[in-house]
């Protein structure tokens, strides 16, 4: 009967805890974007997102990208000379559609069409991570930074640039 209450009190406390969450606070971001040409071929937007998970931490989840072509030809982003920074290190972008287990592999260039648009989520390369088991499969772990840098290369027709995007979160709690 004892081991039946410890084991009843061990997952009514897992129970409780699981529905619990960080507490509450307000999130806001300073967001500079740098272009290494008075004329970009590309002007980026960047929209950070936020994670507050009990189980998985703090942090930035990713950056949503809108990068639009301000030329008469097609450009190309590409991601395996781009890069996240963060913490004193450097990571390769995982992009939205990639596979988990492919995060460490930088994905092939992203073409836009003149005059177009692309938007993607942007991640860093250590977010995938793989827990084994029943209950196990793929998950993403946040950012634990108060400021990312992300640096793409564009290709275009006038040669290559770099377009970098610093990004700081400001916490204020409630």
């Known amino acids: 009967m004892k081991k039946l209450f410890g084991l009843l009190a061990i997952i009514a406390s897992i129970f409780i805890v699981s529905c619990t969450s960080v507490p509450s606070s307000k999130v806001t971001y300073d967001i500079q974007i740098d272009y290494e040409s008075e004329t970009p071929a590309v002007t980026l937007e960047v929209s950070p997102s936020w ?9 930035f989840e990713g950056f949503y990208c809108t990068f639009n072509n301000n030329t008469e030809k097609t450009i190309r982003i590409v ?13 390769v972008p995982f992009i ?18 003149k005059n177009g648009s692309i938007s993607k989520g942007v991640y860093s390369s250590n977010q995938p991570h793989y827990t084994s088991g029943k ?3 793929w998950s993403m772990n946040p950012i634990n930074a108060n400021e ?3 640096l793409f290369l564009v290709k275009s027709e006038k040669g290559e640039e770099y377009i970098t995007a610093t990004v700081k979160s400001i916490i204020a709690t409630e």
């Open 79 to 91: 991601w395996d000379e781009s890069s996240l920074s963060y913490n004193g290190s450097t990571y």
């Open 51 to 59: 994670s507050n998970n009990l189980f998985y931490g703090v942090g």
């Open 148 to 150: 990312v840098q992300l």
């Open 135 to 137: 209950y196990g499969g």
């Open 96 to 113: 939205e559609g990639q596979k988990y287990i492919d995060a460490k592999n930088p994905m092939s260039p992203a073409a836009i069409t």
